[in-house]
C-alpha cells in the first residue's frame, strides 16, 4: 500500500471519476451541444490503460470510481471493461454515470456483476423537451431504462441540471416522480463550465429556490449525517409518503470544496483536481513510456493532488459572465 493522496487543505483523494471517451449520441445544449473536435483516437487511453491506471489509485488510497464520458456506453466493449474490472476490484466501489439511452441491454449483465449503482442524466419529463435539449428523440427509452435499472435491483440517481425557464416549471413532475418511485431525484445547478453552453447567472434555479419550491409540494425532511449531504455534494431530503428523495447539489451557490474527495481522469489520460480549474496533469506519455512507467505516473499525480485548489476561490476570482473552466463538461466528464 502506497502513501494515501492527501491536498495541502488536508483532503484526501478517495473518489476518482474516470472519463473513458469524450463523445456523446445526445446534443444536450448546456453540455457539449454540437461540438466536433473531438479527441483522435489513439490519444484515448486503452482499457488495459484504464485498469493499470485504477491499480495504482486503489493503492494510493481511491475507494470509489465513478465512469462517465462523454456517454460510456457510445465507447465499443464498455460493458465489457465494467464487468472485467468489477472482477479485478471486488473491493471498489465501482459506479457509472449515464444518460441511459443504451444501457438497457447491459443492464442486468452489470447488475450481477456487482455494478449496482447508476447516475441517469433527465433533465425533463416532457418527451418534447427532452427532444429540445438533447436533440435526440430518447425520452421513452431513457425512462424505460430506468425502470429496467430499478428491476434489477440498482440504486438510481436521477440527476437533473435545474434550469430557468428550462425545467423550472417541472418541479410538481420531478417531485411526483419521486414520490412514486425508489430513486434519489437530485437538482444539480448549472455550472459555468465549458464555453459553448450558454451559461449565464439568471439560468441558475439555485438549490435553495428549489428547496423552497420543493417543500410547498412535499412534506421534506433532511437526512442526518453522509445521508443527509452534510459530508458530500448532495443535500438529501425524505419525503413523507414518498418512495424516493429529493437531492440538491449546489456547486455554484454553496460550495462542499471543503469535503471534495475528488480526482477526475480524462479519457486522454489528463489528471484534473478541480471541475473549476482548467490545469492538466497529462498522465498518458508516462504511463505509454516503458522507462518511466507507472512510478513517473504515480510521481505525477502526487504532485498534482497535493496542489488541489479550492475550486469555490476560482469561482470568485472568475470575471461576470465568464465560464470558470474553458472546456465542456462532455470532455471531463461532469
Ligand atoms: N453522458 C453521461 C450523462 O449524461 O450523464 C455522462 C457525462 S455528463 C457530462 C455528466 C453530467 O454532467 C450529466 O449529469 C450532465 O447533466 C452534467 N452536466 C453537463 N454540463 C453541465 C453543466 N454545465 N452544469 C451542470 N451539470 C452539467
Same mark, same amino acid.
Not at 430499478?150 to 435491483?153: E, K, Q, R, T
Not at 437538482?187 to 447567472?201: C, K, L, R
Given at each position: 500500500m502506497h502513501k494515501p493522496l492527501e491536498d495541502q487543505h488536508g483532503r484526501k483523494a478517495s473518489y476518482m471519476r474516470v472519463s473513458v471517451t469524450d463523445r456523446c449520441n445526445l446534443r444536450c445544449t448546456y453540455c457539449a451541444g454540437e461540438a466536433k473536435n473531438f479527441i483522435p483516437h489513439p490519444d484515448i487511453l486503452r482499457y488495459e490503460e484504464i485498469l493499470d491506471l485504477m491499480e495504482l489509485a486503489v493503492k494510493m488510497g481511491v475507494e470509489k470510481m465513478r465512469f462517465t464520458g462523454g456517454e460510456p456506453f457510445v465507447r465499443k466493449g464498455f460493458a465489457d471493461f465494467m464487468v472485467n474490472a468489477a472482477e479485478r476490484f471486488p473491493g471498489v466501489d465501482l459506479c457509472v454515470t449515464s444518460n441511459a439511452t443504451l444501457i438497457g441491454e447491459h443492464v442486468e449483465r452489470l447488475a450481477q456483476a456487482g455494478i449496482k449503482r447508476v447516475n441517469i442524466s433527465l433533465d425533463t419529463m416532457v418527451p418534447k423537451k427532452f427532444r429540445e435539449i438533447t436533440g435526440r428523440d430518447e425520452f421513452h427509452t431513457v425512462r424505460a431504462n430506468i425502470d429496467r435499472c430499478? /428491476? &434489477? =435491483?440498482m440504486k438510481v440517481k436521477v440527476n437533473a441540471v435545474a434550469m430557468r425557464g428550462v425545467n423550472d416549471d417541472e418541479l410538481p413532475v420531478f417531485v411526483e416522480f419521486a414520490r412514486s418511485n425508489p430513486v434519489d431525484m437530485r437538482?444539480? +445547478?448549472?455550472?459555468?463550465? =465549458?464555453? +459553448?453552453? =450558454?451559461?449565464? /447567472?439568471s439560468l441558475v434555479w439555485t438549490a435553495n429556490d428549489i428547496l423552497a419550491e420543493a417543500k410547498e409540494l412535499a412534506d421534506l425532511e433532511q437526512l442526518a449525517g453522509k445521508e443527509g449531504g452534510r459530508k458530500g455534494p448532495a443535500r438529501m431530503f425524505s419525503m413523507v409518503g414518498g418512495k424516493g428523495r429529493i437531492g440538491l447539489i449546489s456547486p455554484y451557490t454553496n460550495h462542499f470544496c471543503g469535503t471534495c474527495n475528488r480526482l477526475r481522469l480524462t479519457s486522454d489520460g489528463d489528471l484534473r483536481t478541480c471541475l473549476f480549474s482548467d490545469d492538466v496533469f497529462p498522465l498518458r506519455e508516462a504511463l505509454r513510456n516503458p522507462v518511466l512507467g507507472l512510478e513517473e505516473v504515480e510521481r505525477i499525480i502526487r504532485g498534482a493532488s497535493v496542489h488541489k485548489p479550492m475550486g469555490h476561490e476560482l469561482l470568485k476570482q472568475r &470575471?461576470? =459572465?465568464q465560464g470558470v473552466c474553458q472546456t465542456r463538461m462532455a470532455s471531463i466528464g461532469g
Open positions: 430499478l /428491476d &434489477a =435491483g437538482f444539480i +445547478e448549472f455550472m459555468p463550465v =465549458g464555453t +459553448e453552453n =450558454g451559461w449565464d /447567472d &470575471a461576470q =459572465g
